[in-house]
């Protein structure tokens, strides 16, 4: 059955997903009520109803000692969130948990992989302690944050947000650039991640100012134990002359420095392309003639946000300057499947292996990107936020939904969604429309619906005793009236009218 999200994140807005939450703590039937909480968040009620159904408990007779303990005590309904998996979720159960993790098994060019899971090239990916971390937490690999052989000495503040009503972050900005440390000391952080864990995956992100640089630096990460190079063609914070996003903007310079790459190494190659290009394929293209076995994107937008109206200045400010810098999080994911499903749906790049990241948050997150054809996603801004635990609620939702949709393997979906793509509207059908729904029992009267329709919309909606009446003649069936009511009280309707 298809499942819409019953319990939503704007359910438990006052929670703040704590480190060692007291709910848990307190909890007399040892619930964990963290763990369950945090499912919900990243969109894993599902499996969070499997969990509790599997304990054979109930928060029913409970005084909610965990209300009590919680840090923000009287503002999450922790008991009501529970009895509301028990009693919503579990009754339409119909998957029970996975004994395993096998259907996450994959392989990166070949080289096999425990999951799809990577760190991004970032900050979360610099030094020997944070990839440790990180592989201890879960994840299969890292892209390590861009190796480079020049001074990298970084502004303070570098970062900057854009929050949702619940505080969570849905835009990020950045000014960092890359690696702080010298080569020979990212070296021995490659041999020392390989020495204590050779099952996982490191991906070395690098950049040169040469076709002599960016050879010597693949060739020097292969022999300190890197699994794969991912070259940076796309960095925003590094623009100057052949660098970053400026490589990643040319398609010369893109097979130019991907070819140097690849005669140093024998391991695979991945070009990461930037965003900030009206199409992708052409630099895509460029990158195979190279030689590249792959691609990684998006790199993160460039962008400028938050300026301040009483002093005029824009976030992160650096001694009252700011600058263009890259933009990533939740929000730049539909821009990220764009690009993913072009080059998913190319034919000129058919076969490479694709490594798709922006914006990815959940296990659904994931999927959308996977369904247009990466074979692994790359995530960094979530974990800046939330922290690499964020790796048990990514397993263990893609985990549930592939044994719920009876798949083998993560392999098996990649790419599912391409033959439903088209990269122009001109082929969409045009003679019919989908009316909306009401439910009348849920709606409050707001008119919401009435408004937007008729200051957005096509007027076809009127209120009549605080309820919304709609006028078929009027109505296109655009559907701004589902997204706009604040209940989910309109929805589409099943049938297809002809045009008159």
């Not at 969109?43 to 159904?53: C, K």
């Not at 159960?93 to 991004?120: A, H």
């Not at 088209?422 to 429309?433: Q, V």
């Amino acid at each position: 059955m298809q499942h819409t999200l019953i319990i939503k994140r704007g359910d438990m807005i006052n929670c703040v997903l704590c480190g060692n939450a007291p709910c848990s703590e307190v909890c007399p039937k040892k619930l964990n009520p963290a763990k369950l909480l945090r499912s919900i968040w990243f969109d894993g009620e599902l499996h969070a109803g499997a969990i509790l159904n599997e304990t054979k408990k109930t928060c029913t007779d409970c005084d909610a000692p965990c209300e009590k303990a919680c840090l923000r005590s009287g503002l999450v309904p922790i008991k009501k969130l529970l009895n509301r998996l028990q009693n919503e979720i579990i009754p339409i159960l119909d998957t029970p948990i996975p004994t395993n993790e096998d259907r996450l098994k994959t392989d990166f060019c070949g080289i096999p992989l425990e999951n799809p899971f990577f760190l991004s090239s970032s900050v979360v990916a610099s030094n020997y302690d944070t990839c440790a971390r990180a592989f201890d937490a879960g994840w299969a690999g890292v892209s390590f944050k861009t190796i480079c052989n020049f001074e990298i000495h970084e502004t303070s503040p570098r970062f900057a947000a854009i929050r949702a009503e619940s505080g969570s972050i849905v835009g990020f900005k950045n000014i960092e650039q890359l690696s702080d440390h010298s080569v020979e000391e990212n070296m021995e952080v490659f041999r020392q991640l390989k020495r204590d864990y050779p099952k996982k995956f490191i991906l070395a992100s690098i950049m040169g100012t040469n076709d002599e640089e960016w050879e010597r630096l693949a060739k020097t990460c292969e022999d300190n134990g890197a699994d794969a190079i991912e070259l940076n063609f796309s960095c925003p914070n590094m623009m100057d002359g052949n660098l970053g996003s400026a490589i990643g903007e040319c398609p010369d310079l893109v097979e130019r420095f991907t070819s140097a790459s690849k005669k140093g190494v024998s391991i695979p190659v991945l070009a990461k392309l930037t965003p900030n290009v009206s199409s992708m394929n052409i630099m895509a293209e460029a990158a195979k003639r190279g030689g590249a076995d792959g691609i990684a994107a998006i790199n993160t937008i460039k962008s400028i946000m938050q300026i301040d109206p009483e002093t005029y200045f824009s976030a992160p400010t650096v001694k009252n300057i700011s600058a263009v810098g890259g933009y990533s999080g939740n929000a730049v994911k539909p821009i990220a499947l764009r690009f993913i499903a072009e080059l998913g749906i190319n034919p000129n790049i058919k076969g490479m292996y694709i490594s798709g990241m922006g914006g990815i948050e959940t296990w659904k997150d994931a999927l959308e990107f996977m369904l247009l054809g990466s074979h692994s996603v790359q995530v960094t801004t979530a974990v800046m936020q939330y922290g690499y635990r964020i790796i048990d609620d990514l397993k263990a939702g893609l985990n549930y939904y592939l044994h719920k949709k009876g798949f083998n393997n993560v392999n098996d979906i990649v790419g599912l969604s391409l033959p439903y793509i088209s990269d122009t509207t001109d082929i969409l059908e045009r003679d019919t429309i989908i009316y909306p729904k009401f439910n009348r029992k849920t709606c409050i009267g707001c008119g919401r619906c009435q408004i937007s329709c008729s200051d957005g919309g096509h007027q076809a909606i009127r209120m009549e005793n605080g309820r919304p009446i709609l006028n078929p003649q009027k109505c296109l069936g655009c559907h701004l009236c589902v997204l706009v009511c604040p209940t989910h009280s309109i929805t589409s309707s099943e049938k297809r009218v002809t045009k008159k």
